[in-house]
């Protein structure tokens, strides 16, 4: 596997369903991010991790819950959606350090459906 | 509030012309630029980054930065239908943070 990957690709629940998106990035960064695009609207972040520490939550919902467990893998998990939830959920990566580049790259997104 | 702008078009060129984005950003503390090509149903997917003041220049892409006017430009020289997408413009503001996305530029180039 190369770059950052995101399982499932595509996920239909209902709105009383427990699932989790899962994301892991190859690329060695030490900074991880989750993105929420709606149709037509701008990407929208959630989560920003840094070093596995959390340094950023953009007044999300708490039925979308992250998890960092090491700077390799990042999840979402997500309880008691509403259909507004539908969207691409995108995951990133970064390295983090003083003298850049800082350059972030995304992987293919999971689309989600909510019923 | 920090804010990137960009018109979101849709810009039109024909096939073989230039096409311009801009992007306007409000902190001049900003470090790092980058622009993002996004395909209908697909991830952004990074293009150009660009530091320093001036021109960088990547195959058919061109981008310019201007810090002082705190605008930050691409340009597609020879465009083909495939470049038709969404331009998204990002900016850094330090380490640490989380990059500022523009709303982003549809472009559609006819043939």
């Known amino acids: 596997e190369t770059g950052v990957t995101q399982t499932p690709r595509h996920l239909v629940m209902g709105m009383t369903n427990k699932k989790s998106l899962k994301c892991e990035q190859h690329l060695g960064h030490n900074a991880m991010y989750w993105y929420k695009q709606s149709a037509k609207k701008p990407l929208e972040l959630m989560f920003v991790?840094?070093?596995?520490?959390?340094?950023e939550n953009n007044s999300v919902p708490s039925r979308f819950s992250p998890e960092c467990p090491n700077s390799s893998h990042l999840f979402l998990h997500l309880h008691t959606l509403q259909p507004e939830d539908s969207a691409l959920y995108l995951c990133?990566?970064?390295?983090?350090?003083?003298?850049?580049?800082?350059?972030?790259?995304f992987g293919p997104g999971t689309r989600l459906t909510v019923l | 509030q920090k804010e990137v702008e960009q018109n979101s078009g849709p810009l039109s060129v024909p096939e073989g012309a230039i096409a311009s984005l801009n992007c306007t950003y409000s902190d001049r503390g900003s470090q790092s630029f980058f622009w993002y090509r996004q395909y209908s149903g697909k991830s952004p997917e990074l293009i150009m980054s660009i530091y320093s003041n001036g021109d960088k220049e990547d195959g058919r892409f061109t981008a310019q930065l201007n810090k002082a006017s705190q605008y930050v430009s691409l340009l597609i020289r020879d465009s083909q239908p495939s470049d038709s997408a969404t331009y998204l413009c990002?900016?850094?503001?330090?380490?640490?943070?989380?990059?500022?996305f523009g709303k982003g530029t549809t472009l559609s180039v006819s043939s």
């Open positions: 990133a990566s970064s390295q983090e350090h003083s003298g850049g580049p800082w350059e972030q790259f």
């Open positions: 990002a900016v850094k503001i330090q380490a640490g943070t989380a990059l500022i």
């Open positions: 991790y840094s070093l596995e520490e959390r340094v």
